[in-house]
């Protein structure tokens, strides 16, 4: 699961003023014209984009074949002469390829500036860093709010289901296009950090480093579920218009607010909720009596939602959740999670958070044990904190020293 809207982590953005739609509930979304529509980051990314035709298509778990599509992309540094200072950042459920760049939908700072840029540890100058969209999302590579070339209508449910496995694939055709034929790291957290080990197993002759944090080789029963309710909310509401909504000129912004409201909660730890807000009273000095936001933490998660549904596709978040659940390496592998990795050659540094009940450290340490079995180069830490799951995105101090730590041995054994 992931994570929060870009630029609007929790303990740099944690903004719990009232508006009037926070204080009485999500509102009613007014229904977009055409013209919105072709306004939307699924048609409109702004930013670069890779085209791929009908004579490069996308070979799909599900057995489809998709072509054409596309993979809208971002990039920061200088790819230099050996082309072998490449980073591939995997994001995370909600998250896009703005990661070091202004959000064109909201105008925040982009959603990893923590850990990237000149000085941090993934120094942009001194590595050429990489962030597309996945395939299934709706920031402009190809998903359910895409038109549908065969009809001209958004694909809506008619879009194939897509895997953890499918976004690695497209994720390997832009580097290509790139010129990029192997990756010095490829690094993520949550969704992003699944892709990671995907690709650390799909294509281990490309990727010299992983960094795979806050997540696990597969999805619990919990955390299915916690999807589950989510993806009912979206279906549930009328505006859902059985996935049609962008033709119906409607939009179910109660259902899509309700299901990240939800989702926020796993992202954070009763800690940080208690420091944040507490039972403390959101501009009233007593309760109203009424359904409205007496409390911080409900004004907070109206909020939430509100943000979310202005930036985000319905279904989208239908088919990455689904992405998500279906995710199981060792599953893949004969059910031995060791058998992913082994043969590989990838120096790995696996990152967990204690307070992370999402991704708990327990998962994380079952992937240094199958790669341990299969005597491949790993490292372990697990961060000390009270923020839970969206701790990798946050200021961790503990989490940045640990990857800059993994990241200079990795790039003096690479040559950087």
Not at 106 to 130: M, Q, S
Not at 375 to 398: I, M, N, R, T
């Amino acid at each position: 699961m992931a994570e929060l809207a870009p630029g609007a982590a929790p303990e740099r953005a944690m903004d719990t003023t009232l508006t009037p739609d926070a204080e009485t509930g999500l509102r009613d979304e007014a229904k977009p014209s055409r013209r919105d529509y072709d306004a939307l980051p699924a048609s409109d990314p702004k930013s670069p984009v890779a085209l791929f035709g009908t004579d490069e298509p996308l070979s799909m778990d599900c057995g489809i074949t998709l072509a054409p599509f596309r993979v809208a992309y971002q990039t920061v540094g200088t790819l230099n002469a050996e082309r072998s200072n490449a980073v591939l950042i995997c994001h995370a459920l909600t998250g896009d390829q703005h990661f070091a760049h202004t959000h064109p939908v909201t105008g925040k700072a982009g959603w990893w500036e923590t850990l990237v840029g000149p000085g941090k540890p993934i120094d942009t100058n001194r590595y050429f860093v990489i962030c597309s969209n996945v395939i299934g999302s709706c920031m402009g590579s190809t998903g359910p709010a895409s038109l549908d070339p065969s009809t001209g209508r958004p694909y809506g449910l008619d879009f194939p289901l897509v895997t953890i496995r499918d976004m690695v694939r497209a994720q390997s055709m832009l580097l290509d296009r790139l010129g990029i034929r192997d990756l010095f790291l490829c690094i993520g957290g949550s969704m992003g950090g699944m892709q990671v080990l995907q690709w650390a197993s799909l294509f281990p002759e490309r990727v010299f480093a992983a960094m795979p944090i806050a997540t696990g080789a597969r999805h619990s029963a919990q955390n299915i579920a916690f999807h589950e309710v989510g993806r009912q909310a979206i279906m549930a509401d009328p505006a859902w218009a059985d996935g049609r909504y962008l033709e119906e000129g409607t939009r179910p912004a109660k259902g899509l607010g309700v299901a990240r409201m939800g989702a926020h909660i796993t992202y954070l730890s009763e800690p940080a909720l208690h420091r944040k807000f507490g039972r403390r009273l959101q501009n009233r000095a007593a309760p109203t009596f009424s359904f409205n936001a007496d409390f911080q933490i409900e004004s907070y998660l109206r909020h939430q939602g509100l943000s979310f549904v202005e930036r985000f596709d319905a279904n989208a978040y239908l088919y990455l959740t689904r992405a998500m659940d279906y995710f199981d390496l060792a599953e893949d592998h004969g059910g031995v999670l060791a058998n992913a990795f082994r043969g590989s050659k990838t120096r790995f540094c696996v990152i967990s958070f204690t307070s992370d009940w999402l991704f708990p450290t327990a998962d994380s340490r079952a992937i240094v044990h199958a790669l341990n079995a299969v005597a491949a180069p790993v490292a372990f830490v697990e961060v000390e904190s009270d923020k839970g799951h969206d701790a990798f995105l946050l200021d961790e101090p503990a989490m940045f020293s640990a990857a800059q730590g993994f990241i200079d041995a990795a790039a003096r054994a690479r040559g950087l």
